[in-house]
């Protein structure tokens, strides 16, 4: 087995990725370190960079520029919440005054066991009706 292995992982241990000797460890041979060595030989992961000399990275934003946590998400002023309150408040005391006073009356259920067949009879034709235009089609005059 060549030892071309043995360097990347030393290297793993001195940038502090791992912990311990694993060339050792896979070898099944007693460690030559523990923890993460400074090697003088690899380069140590804190003070080099993979960028070109020279080159300057801004630094960590403090804050996030993209959304202010401060303000609400959605900016609806008081005045829309009261008239939709309102609203939705109108509408539920009709309807419980109207089936208070019964001048609302349910629909009879029997009728509209008739009429949900019907619904699903001409559904059910108009989805056949575009298949068996074009099987026609392929038929022998």
Do not use: C, H
């Not at 609203?87 to 066991?113: E, Y």
């Amino acid at each position: 087995m060549s030892l071309d292995w043995v360097y990347p992982l030393d290297a793993l241990a001195a940038g502090g990725v791992i912990d311990f000797d694993a060339a050792a460890f896979i070898l099944d041979k007693p460690p030559r370190y523990i923890g993460n060595p400074r090697f003088e030989d690899i380069t140590n992961m804190d003070n080099s960079s993979l960028l070109p000399e020279g080159t300057k990275i801004k630094e960590q934003p403090k804050i996030d520029e993209f959304q202010d946590d401060s303000q609400d998400i959605v900016k609806n002023p008081s005045w829309k919440k009261w008239v939709a309150g309102g609203a939705i408040g109108a509408v539920l005391i009709g309807s419980v005054l109207a089936l208070v006073t019964k001048k609302f009356k349910l629909p009879d259920l029997s009728k509209i066991k008739g009429s949900v067949k019907n619904i699903g009879a001409a559904a059910w034709k108009y989805i056949k009706m575009p298949f068996t235009y074009i099987a026609g089609k392929f038929k022998k005059p």
